[in-house]
């Protein structure tokens, strides 16, 4: 290794030169106007911050990696980024968290009517007839005092105190159509009728037939008779009392060319419910107990669906284990996109950054959807190392900001096309 010096004296540098992109994206569905014309938080007229300006900072600092409140350091010292979005002044890590608990329940309400006003700008560039909804909750473990955080059900943390929370996602984008950030001692399945109602609201008007795919907390009567009533159609897993005890008593089929594989359907109307529906169920063999027994006992795996497929049981699990895809944008946007993990003391603050971590994580997949052809395949964490993490050297000549990459940089061709597209789309 050659012998070398550090000197702390250039300037104009980033490591984050991909958030300009973003913000160029942001700026073209006019997204911070959208924030300033809804968020009716009033602010004295000496204020250096609007809570347009700290919801803008704080999507691009989750962009660029960020955490925790602390982390938006990365940006406080970044003057290639501060320059380029014209943040002459930055908040503390304190006037942020001042500034988010300026929300209440009205605010998270007005954050979450942006994001649908930008979505509807997005998709009125491109989009799709027909729409899989996967529903989801998800619990965020907290060690501190936060508001509202109780004891409820964490497989993974038993006994730890949590924030519970409800998203819906439309499979065909990987966008999170919709979220509630809730306490931990409600029930998962508590409210799921009056989420999905509100899911529905919020879909563009470019859709026209839903398909509902869900977990066991989505398992409702009342749901069902919504659903049925917007002519959707569902999977939706079961969860009730008794369940094992009513699938043994079926009479069940070898699936063919499937070896250990029994599917059975039936109709059956749960206690409460208007009528009766179909439910499908596959059992799959996992052991034989053979010791001390007469005759060897079967040892099952059991799944159940309500649904209104035309489909077989197979069929119906197959498509349901689809599903799945969707866990890994929850953990995304927990893991990637600090949604959950950026926390304060106030449960509305709280309620809002979470908005706000997934408002930048579909910024980032509509740009993705909309710019780039051949579609994308990434997480956030791979898209950022690419297209996010680029260092530049900013400089001002001929009355014009120049930003410099490197020469070498892997991703030239990637970058030239998107920022092409995104400087070539107007939005209405």
């Not at 300037?11 to 030169?17: D, E, G, H, V």
């Not at 994001?115 to 060690?143: H, I, N, P, Q």
Request: aromatic share 14%; hydrophobic share 40%; with cysteine.
């Amino acid at each position: 290794m050659k012998k070398y010096r550090t000197e702390f004296t250039a300037k104009k540098l980033t490591s984050n030169a991909g958030l300009l992109n973003l913000g160029k994206f942001a700026e073209k569905i006019g997204l911070k106007s959208m924030l300033e014309q809804h968020i009716t938080i009033k602010r004295r007229t000496n204020a250096k911050y609007s809570p347009a300006d700290a919801v803008m900072m704080l999507i691009m600092g989750v962009l660029s990696g960020a955490k925790h409140i602390s982390h938006m350091a990365i940006l406080r010292g970044d003057s290639v980024i501060r320059t380029l979005f014209e943040w002459d002044e930055f908040p503390t890590d304190r006037t942020f968290g001042r500034l988010f608990r300026l929300f209440g329940h009205k605010n998270c309400h007005e954050l979450s009517e942006v994001e649908a006003l930008a979505r509807k700008k997005v998709w009125s560039k491109k989009w799709f007839g027909r729409v899989t909804l996967d529903m989801d909750s998800t619990a965020e473990g907290v060690t501190g005092v936060q508001e509202g955080a109780d004891k409820g059900y964490n497989p993974k943390k038993k006994g730890q105190k949590s924030y519970r929370s409800l998203l819906c996602f439309i499979a065909e984008t990987r966008e999170c159509l919709h979220n509630w950030f809730r306490t931990d001692s409600a029930y998962s399945g508590n409210g799921v009728v009056e989420f999905i109602k509100e899911c529905f609201q919020r879909l563009p008007r470019q859709v026209w037939k839903v398909f509902v795919r869900a977990d066991s907390s989505f398992f409702n009567g009342e749901l069902l008779d919504f659903l049925e009533e917007q002519g959707s159609q569902y999977l939706i897993k079961v969860k009730m009392e008794n369940l094992t005890g009513l699938l043994m008593n079926l009479s069940w089929r070898k699936a063919r060319n499937k070896p250990g594989i029994e599917t059975a359907h039936f109709m059956y109307k749960f206690p409460g419910w208007k009528k009766e529906r179909k439910f499908v169920a596959v059992r799959k063999l996992i052991n034989e107990q053979t010791e001390n027994v007469l005759y060897p006992i079967p040892e099952y795996e059991l799944f159940c669906y309500v649904t209104n497929l035309e489909l077989t049981p197979w069929e119906c699990y197959t498509c349901y284990g689809k599903r799945a895809t969707s866990e890994n944008w929850v953990e995304w946007c927990k893991n990637q996109m600090a949604s959950g993990s950026i926390l304060t003391q106030d449960f509305w603050a709280s309620s809002a950054i979470f908005q706000t971590c997934i408002l930048a994580y579909n910024l980032m997949v509509w740009m993705m959807w909309l710019n780039v052809e051949e579609g994308f395949k990434q997480e956030p964490n791979t898209i950022r190392e690419w297209l996010v993490h680029v260092p530049a050297f900013l400089i001002h000549t001929g009355r014009q900001w120049i930003v410099k990459l490197p020469r070498e940089y892997v991703f030239k061709e990637q970058w030239e096309n998107l920022e092409c597209s995104i400087s070539s789309r107007g939005f209405t």
